[in-house]
């Protein structure tokens, strides 16, 4: 189904036409249910909360909108669909249950995630297989950029003896001992904002 | 009339656009001046051009002209005069047509900079940018026409053209059908035009990397000459982004302000980009690495505002068929693959001149920091990426239409951000190339050992969410460790001048504003994570049917209901129904709860448009936390009961404080300094002076 209830803002003019046809198969679904349920009645909607009623729709997407939850959906087929998960609720359904009920209706769309089977399991395996690739690109080339020894050497005759480099990580830590490179930092900050504003 | 003239404009732009970027080619192959100054010349030419286009549109909106299909579309007689002007971003065509409009602003304002020190990048500049307005003007001249008309055909069809079809007369409707009322906010007033300012500038830069791959100037003179442009065009982009969630939160009834809608990511892939670009530029600039790098991350960024555009133009999001049944999602798509695919050929193409000129010096060094920024930027947009497009590919192999919610960005993006966070306390403390573990250790200790006292009166105050107490010790650390350095060099320069704290602070901030620029949006976005935090962990909600008198309760706080009116508006637009309710807080000690404030949720229905709208009442504390009442649904008068959803939004007023800081920080960051050439050079003059 292409409609919306909630007008895209960017592209307000897909105007819902099938929210119509929508509720009144909905009302229809719902007179079939109930003569069914009636047999198995529990509790009555009435003492079904809005709260427990929006825990379980909260979970759950509009059928028929695009990326609007169906606890926050304001359309007349929303409200009937909460309808819907308040009686189910009366009747002792769990939440699971509902979904499951959800699903079978109206898709997997109805979900807030894709379910892990089939081939929704690439939306959970791609990110995580390219975040980590990249970390190991990242990782090698940082260690193919990490400055050898020599080359330490000779660049630490290129600069001021006072940010002398040390050519290992090991004399670097104890270079830092020595000298706190953090004061160091503070000195170097004072002395020059005392030459600028001579 | 005004309409042909506009369109007019348009072709003329389209084809002034077309012949610059061809002269600026010839000229730089041929090493022909006068075809480069041409080529400048029509480059500003389209500014004014497109300026008469834009106003002949916003002209003709504001006297509802609705033979235009446009004007029609978008307008209606009840409409104040400044939505009818600001429908002109409220509707396809005309959105482009303002794209193209800050598109030519912004290429006028590169090509009127001053040239003399790299002229041979000019042409070049030029071309990208005419190149990308090209595209977008004869986008709107071939398939988004705003100026086209409404015709009835000789069989009582209306259609839309340009001009007259044989055997039809004009069809001018009495009214419009008015605009979307979502798109009837302030928010949205500004919302889209600094989204896309924030948009058309990150072209700025874009071009001006082709012109180092082309010209084969690929030091970091590009980076240099761009620096503001990108800060500007970050500013812009984070200002679009928060706006739209503001927006979104008070406008959607959601109780929140972001809700990985497709529409969201589109608009903060670039951003994400964008922000690793602005970092890793620093790396090329200080160290002359990550060269090929900062090339793929600006392409990348260029490429995903067009994708952006295109997602949100081209009816792909709704399904994947309404892209093959409108001409503009194919048009699109090309054009995104034609400029990846010349631009990364182009970067192949230089890939070898692009090598690091230095090397790694400890894994603690800020390069090395920034480097993992990058990754967690990169790896968050990854997620969005696939996100987005996961649902297209399902529609496409399997026929089904999937959700990804935030049920999927929350888990897998949650982590990524909390460890950018945590990077972004340390890494200002990093020096470059120099700082071990050690050296880090010894400038954070004191401030990140400060920072467990959050979490520990956390605990103490009866907070047990693990989630919770690791968000706001992470928070705390950052913003210890940000203000703990702004403090401790003021403090330094206040030693060594001894004049007042504050002016220390302010000719530190002076001295260096990209670095102190910087440390205030980290502390900026440190702001806008406890907003984060306070909606995702902490947001309580609650909903009931209650008769007027009656109360709801939620938390320490009670909603009762006054009453309810519904009206239709003078003009007759649009039905209210608004209700009064009081909002009391119990405070401890007293017995008797405290009134605090009265707000007034709303449905709007519009007749026009046949659209609810849920406009909630929301209160907001001095300590950030807002109440934010939704009239659900109302029974008639007799019975006299309301429904009310009432979401307890802890701290999320500081998300709003932090776009402010945000705001500010980045102007620091962006305000032009004095040309740093011209700085060197009179330094040296007064060197040589005192010698002598």
């Known amino acids: 189904m292409n409609d919306k209830c909630r007008i895209n803002p960017i592209n307000p003019h897909g105007k819902s036409i099938i929210q119509g046809m929508a509720a009144l198969y909905l009302a229809l679904v719902m007179a079939c249910l109930s003569s069914v349920s009636s047999f198995a009645q529990q509790a009555s909607p009435s003492t079904i909360t809005d709260d427990q009623v929006n825990a379980v729709a909260k979970q759950l997407y509009c059928p028929v909108c695009e990326n609007t939850p169906l606890d926050v959906c304001p359309t007349q087929a929303c409200a009937q669909w909460r309808d819907l998960i308040r009686l189910k609720l009366s009747e002792g359904w769990t939440s699971q249950q509902i979904k499951t009920y959800f699903v079978q209706q109206y898709g997997d769309r109805v979900l807030a995630a894709p379910p892990a089977r089939g081939l929704n399991l690439l939306v959970y395996i791609i990110p995580p297989v390219t975040i980590l690739a990249g970390a190991f690109i990242l990782f090698r080339a940082l260690r193919a950029w990490k400055q050898p020894a020599e080359v330490a050497a000779s660049y630490n005759m290129l600069i001021p003896q006072d940010f002398a480099q040390p050519s290992s990580t090991e004399q670097a830590a104890s270079a830092a001992n020595a000298v706190p490179s953090q004061d160091r930092y503070l000195a170097r900050l004072e002395e020059e904002l005392r030459k600028s504003d001579q | ?692």
């Not at chain 2, 302030?186 to 300012?197: E, I, K, R, S, T």
């Not at chain 2, 903060?268 to 200080?286: N, R």
């Not at chain 2, 001149?353 to 800020?366: H, V």
């Open chain 2, 1 to 692: 009339m005004i309409a042909n003239l506009g369109f007019g404009a348009l072709v003329i732009s389209f084809l002034v656009s077309v012949y610059g970027a061809g002269a600026a080619v010839y000229g730089a192959r041929k090493n022909a001046p006068t075809f480069v100054d041409s080529a400048r010349g029509a480059m500003l030419l389209t500014f004014p051009l497109l300026t008469i286009s834009a106003f002949s549109i916003i002209y003709l909106l504001a006297t509802q002209h609705y033979e235009i299909a446009y004007v029609s579309s978008v307008t209606s007689n009840s409409m104040p005069l400044y939505l009818k002007i600001t429908a002109l971003w409220g509707g396809q065509a005309g959105s482009l047509i303002l794209w193209s409009w800050l598109m030519s602003a912004f290429a006028s304002a590169a090509t009127l900079r001053n040239w003399d020190r790299d002229r041979e990048f000019l042409p070049w500049v030029i071309v990208v940018s005419l190149v990308t307005l090209a595209f977008f003007v004869g986008m709107s001249i071939a398939l988004e026409n705003p100026f086209a008309r409404l015709w009835q055909t000789f069989s009582g069809e209306v259609i839309t053209r340009f001009l007259q079809p044989a055997g039809a007369i004009a069809f001018i409707p009495r009214d419009g059908n008015g605009l979307n009322p979502l798109l009837r906010h302030p928010g949205m007033v500004a919302h889209p035009p600094l989204l896309y300012l924030g948009f058309v500038s990150f072209v700025i830069p874009y071009a001006f990397a082709m012109a180092a791959l082309i010209t084969g100037r690929t030091d970091d003179r590009w980076i240099r000459l761009t620096r503001r442009w990108t800060v500007i065009a970050w500013l812009f982009l984070s200002l679009g982004l928060i706006l739209g969630m503001w927006w979104a939160y008070d406008v959607l009834g959601w109780g929140g302000y972001w809700g990985w809608d497709p529409v969201e990511i589109a608009a903060l892939m670039p951003w994400l980009t964008g922000t690793a670009f602005l970092h890793s530029v620093m790396i090329q600039e200080k160290r002359g690495m990550l060269k090929q790098w900062n090339m793929v991350l600006i392409i990348l960024t260029y490429d995903l505002v067009i994708f952006g555009t295109f997602l949100t133009r081209s009816g792909v999001l709704s399904s994947v068929h309404a892209f093959s049944q409108s001409a503009i999602g194919p048009v699109f798509f090309a054009f995104i693959g034609a400029t990846l695919i010349a631009s990364l050929s182009l970067l192949l193409r230089r890939w070898n001149d692009l090598k690091a000129e230095a090397q790694l010096a400890s894994w603690f060094s800020r390069e090395a920091l920034f480097l993992i920024n990058n990754l967690l930027f990169v790896g968050i947009f990854v997620v969005c990426l696939w996100g987005v497009i996961f649902p297209l590919i399902s529609e496409l192999v399997t026929g089904q239409k999937m959700t990804v919610g935030p049920a999927f960005y929350e888990p897998a993006t949650g982590p990524l951000w909390v460890a950018l966070v945590f990077l972004m306390g340390i890494c200002p403390l990093s020096a470059w190339q120099l700082s071990t573990y050690r050296t880090i250790g010894r400038a954070a200790w004191k401030p990140a050992l400060a920072s467990l006292i959050v979490p520990i009166a956390l605990l103490i105050a009866g907070i047990r969410q693990p989630g919770a107490l690791l968000g706001f010790w992470v928070i705390a650390y950052a913003a210890f460790l940000s203000l703990y350095q702004l403090f401790r060099e003021a403090l330094a320069r206040y030693r060594a001048h001894n004049d007042n704290l504050l002016i220390s602070m302010w000719r530190l901030i002076g001295r260096n504003r990209r670095r102190y620029g910087g440390l205030i949006i980290h502390v900026s976005v440190i702001l806008m994570a406890l907003g984060v935090i306070g909606i995702e962990l902490f947001q309580t909600e609650t909903q009931g049917t209650i008769a007027p008198g009656q109360q709801l309760t939620l938390g320490s706080y009670r909603i009762k209901f006054d009453s309810l009116a519904t009206f239709d508006t003078p003009d007759g637009g649009l039905n209210v129904a608004r209700a009064v309710v009081s909002i009391y807080k119990n405070n401890a000690g007293n017995p008797v709860p405290q009134l605090i404030g009265t707000v007034y949720p709303r449905r709007d229905y519009y007749y026009e448009s046949q659209q609810p709208m849920t406009i909630p009442g929301v209160y907001s504390s001095i300590s950030g936390d807002d109440i934010y009442v939704v009239l659900v649904d109302w029974q008639s008068i007799t019975s006299q009961g309301a429904t009310f959803k009432i979401y307890s939004n802890p701290l999320v007023n500081w998300m709003w404080l932090g776009g402010l800081v945000l705001l500010l920080g980045s102007l620091i960051a962006a305000w032009p300094a004095k040309d740093p050439d011209a700085t060197a050079l009179a330094r040296r003059a007064a060197l040589s002076r005192r010698e002598a």
